[in-house]
């Protein structure tokens, strides 16, 4: 499967859905931009001051980022090649636009560090009816992005529709967050299933019941 980073916004210019959730992305936080091209994101957040790391296997692209303050940039084949990051790489936000490999998936939920923040967008069926990208490779199922996200983080926003601007195009669109307490409680489940009674051993846990404090996503900035 090729690398599809076919454009839906203007050059340069960031994605809408991009700008209007990025306020969550904890301050100072390191940003994976995914198939980034010439990085119009990675450009936006570290003017916002993200440290930025942005991967894609157009050198020449990647190339203009070069002398970009706050900007590193990893030439890498996605799909071709091994995942080229360490694995225990996380990232206080990952943003994705305009480009779908499935196989992915998994890595990016999984390089979300606790808090994390997942800003996806990108085309789905129905799109080959009025444009590109047309090859269903390229096109997310009615809800899949959904379906993806939610068994492993908390959905704030998610769209699956039409839109008119900037151009005619079919999307599918999500922010979603790793919540904090998931480590602990993914650990409490693996305890469990494992028949094991040392609950208390894991950092941060306690047999007593703790509240945790109330996580609030402002719906704007």
């Avoid at 900007?71 to 091994?82: K, M």
């Avoid at 939920?109 to 069926?125: H, N, R, S």
Wanted: glycine content about 8%; aromatic content about 6%.
């Amino acid at each position: 499967m090729h690398q599809a980073t076919h454009t839906m916004h203007g050059v340069g210019e960031p994605s809408q859905w991009v700008r209007q959730w990025a306020h969550l992305i904890a301050p100072g936080g390191t940003v994976l931009d995914l198939a980034s091209g010439a990085g119009r994101h990675a450009r936006w957040l570290a003017q916002r001051g993200h440290p930025v790391a942005a991967l894609d296997r157009d050198a020449a692209a990647l190339a203009t980022l070069r002398d970009v303050p706050g900007i590193g940039t990893l030439e890498c084949d996605l799909e071709g090649a091994p995942w080229p990051l360490a694995d225990d790489a996380r990232f206080a936000a990952i943003v994705v636009t305009n480009y779908l490999h499935r196989p992915l998936m998994g890595r990016l939920l999984d390089a979300l560090a606790p808090g994390g923040i997942l800003i996806y967008e990108t085309f789905a069926q129905g799109n080959e009816t009025v444009g590109k990208p047309s090859n269903p490779a390229f096109l997310l199922a009615p809800g899949e992005l959904l379906a993806v996200c939610a068994p492993t983080l908390r959905v704030i926003a998610y769209q699956d529709g039409f839109i008119l601007h900037p151009r005619e195009a079919f999307v599918q669109r999500i922010c979603a967050v790793r919540e904090k307490s998931s480590q602990v409680e993914n650990l409490t489940r693996e305890q469990a299933a494992a028949g094991s009674d040392t609950v208390s051993e894991i950092p941060g846990h306690t047999q007593t019941t703790q509240v945790l404090p109330v996580s609030r996503y402002v719906l704007t900035a």
